[in-house]
T-cell receptor, first 111, second 109 residues
Framework: KAGVTQTPRYLIKTRGQQVTLSCSPISGHRSVSWYQQTPGQGLQFLFEYFSETQRNKGNFPGRFSGRQFSNSRSEMNVSTLELGDSALYLC??????????FGPGTRLTVL | QKEVEQNSGPLSVPEGAIASLNCTYS??????FFWYRQYSGKSPELIMS????GDKEDGRFTAQLNKASQYVSLLIRDSQPSDSATYLC?????????FGTGTRLLVSP
């Protein structure tokens, strides 16, 4: 069974730009969660989607948004990038509220 | 008080020893508990899940859960240098999965 895939793996953007990250969950998994990981803050929860509905949202500004499609693939978008948005963005999929399996992540650098 | 707390370490153990990693959580209604291993530059990898009080063993790994004390631990027997990584404790409450900041484990040959 293929694992969670994330694209792109690396991104370099400048302040003010926007970015879209993509995540394809494990086949059959309908829940997708997104996390931001930085050295200082650890893993911070962004949002969770289940069957195209946002089920939970973390404490991030409205510049961070996401969506899930009918095939369970998910995207997250960050608008008006700031230097502090530089981080590893991780997607995790699960069978509803069960073990989460992480993708390889997208490393975003904002210059 | 943080929702999930771990000692950041590093925890240094010699090869072949038992490494003991600890985690406390604040939400009494938490039902699911997980341990992830994360190598530097990589994403977290699930190594253990535990749902009820007591011990759960899987190879060299043993997870221990004490809901009354709101405490979960991970024991790694016969530690190997390849076990050197950051270990993340994760706790699912009513809504979301919350991660601790992780404990860095160093196993010296």
């Amino acid at each position: 069974k293929a694992g969670v895939t994330q694209t792109p793996r690396y991104l370099i953007k400048t302040r003010g730009q926007q970015v879209t990250l993509s995540c394809s969950p494990i086949s059959g998994h309908r829940s997708v969660s997104w996390y931001q990981q930085t050295p200082g803050q650890g893993l911070q929860f962004l949002f969770e989607y289940f069957s195209e509905t946002q089920r939970n949202k973390g404490n991030f500004p409205g510049r961070f948004s996401g969506r899930q499609f009918s095939n369970s693939r998910s995207e997250m978008n960050v608008s008006t990038l700031e230097l502090g948005d530089s981080a590893l963005y991780l997607c995790a999929s699960s069978l509803d509220r069960a073990e989460q399996f992480f993708g390889p992540g997208t490393r975003l650098t904002v210059l | 008080q943080k929702e999930v707390e771990q000692n950041s370490g590093p925890l240094s153990v010699p090869e072949g020893a038992i490494a003991s990693l600890n985690c406390t959580y604040s939400d009494r209604v938490s039902q699911s508990f997980f341990w992830y291993r994360q190598y530097s530059g990589k994403s977290p990898e699930l190594i253990m899940s535990i749902y009820s009080n007591g011990d759960k063993e899987d190879g060299r790994f043993t997870a221990q859960l004490n809901k009354a004390s709101q405490y979960v631990s991970l024991l790694i027997r016969d530690s190997q240098p390849s076990d050197s990584a950051t270990y993340l404790c994760a706790v699912r409450g009513f809504q979301k999965l919350v991660f601790g900041t992780g404990t860095r484990l160093l196993v010296s040959p």
